[in-house]
């Protein structure tokens, strides 16, 4: 069974730090890189890395940026046949700092990815039937993002719902055509009012997202691990221990990951060691779609080889 990610598609623009600069400060920094990324774009990646046939549908810009992103979506093995390229627009980028602990700031200038809507849905509804999941974030309109999980639920397929960057203004459709929610704390916090920052902080968020409609809640804890709740069952996982370099795609790790496992007829508290483990692996390496593990590290670091 096929995943499809419907979303963001950009390159980005990575500098490394010794730390983040506060307001008004100059950092001197000592690495510069340029990534393909986009929070769509990478969930695709991490699919398509840990084995999953995976299609992507989105726009880039008629630039280099809009060539080198495709081109490293079909390296991974992404299908990019629902991919518009807009000559007349830029590809969307993201600015990201990175200090030594692996934290980092982003500031994404939205590009092809701003002018997504509902006629996009017209790409991506003929791949619709068989798949396994539907993989959404909001770096797009929302109302693309409502169209394309309406048009899921239609066909019967899974919507996975990544609610980054966290707004204000999600439909409570949205909310009720999703099946499962995956915020990290601070996306947690941001639509729920909740100061999330451990287990029983998230567990209360978590009831609340599902209170909306979400029919699963994972909260997504970074170091300090990871929360689900469900109507069956409720659990929290720690982190897998691991010395972090880049955080910045970690959650998009995760998500490619759960949906695969999702899609192998995993369990949902074994779909979420996989999404763990898939995050703690790209948090060990620098960039978005560079750091994706492939199947043979995944396999070797979960020991199912």
């Not at 060990?284 to 020991?303: C, E, H, I, S, Y």
Request: proline residues 5%; neutral net charge; aromatic residues 4%.
């Amino acid at each position: 069974m096929s995943i499809i990610v419907f979303g963001s598609i950009n390159i980005d623009l990575i500098a490394r730090t010794p730390r983040l600069p506060i307001p008004g400060e100059t950092v001197i920094g000592r690495e510069f890189l340029t990534a393909a990324g986009g929070k769509g774009a990478n969930q695709a990646v991490a699919a398509a890395r840990l084995g999953s046939a995976t299609e992507m549908v989105g726009r880039v810009g008629g630039d280099s940026f809009g060539q080198e992103a495709l081109a490293s979506l079909q390296a991974a093995g992404v299908k990019t046949s629902g991919v518009s390229v807009e000559p007349t627009v830029s590809t969307g980028v993201a600015l990201i700092a990175v200090e030594d602990t692996g934290q980092n700031y982003i500031i994404i200038v939205s590009g092809a990815n701003a002018i997504i809507n509902e006629t996009d849905c017209e790409r991506l509804i003929p791949l619709l039937p068989g798949a396994a999941a539907l993989l959404l974030q909001l770096e797009i309109p929302v109302s693309a993002s409502l169209a394309a999980a309406r048009a899921a639920k239609k066909a019967g397929v899974q919507v996975i719902l990544d609610p980054a960057p966290a707004r204000q203004d999600i439909p409570d459709e949205l909310y009720t055509l999703t099946d499962i929610i995956t915020p990290n704390e601070i996306e947690a916090s941001q639509l729920t009012g909740i100061k999330v920052n451990d287990a029983d902080s998230a567990a209360r968020a978590a009831t609340e997202l599902r209170h909306r409609g979400a029919k699963i809640a994972i909260i997504k804890l970074g170091r300090h691990g990871v929360f689900c709740a469900a109507d069956k069952e409720s659990f929290f996982l720690p982190a897998f221990p691991v010395k972090a370099v880049d955080t910045t795609a970690a959650g998009d790790a995760f998500n490619g990951a759960l949906a695969v496992a999702i899609a192998s007829g995993e369990s949902l508290r074994r779909a979420v060691v996989w999404g763990a483990a898939a995050g703690a692996l790209c948090a060990t390496k620098v960039g978005a779609q560079p750091a994706m593990p492939n199947r043979q590290a995944f396999d070797t670091f979960l020991g199912l080889k």
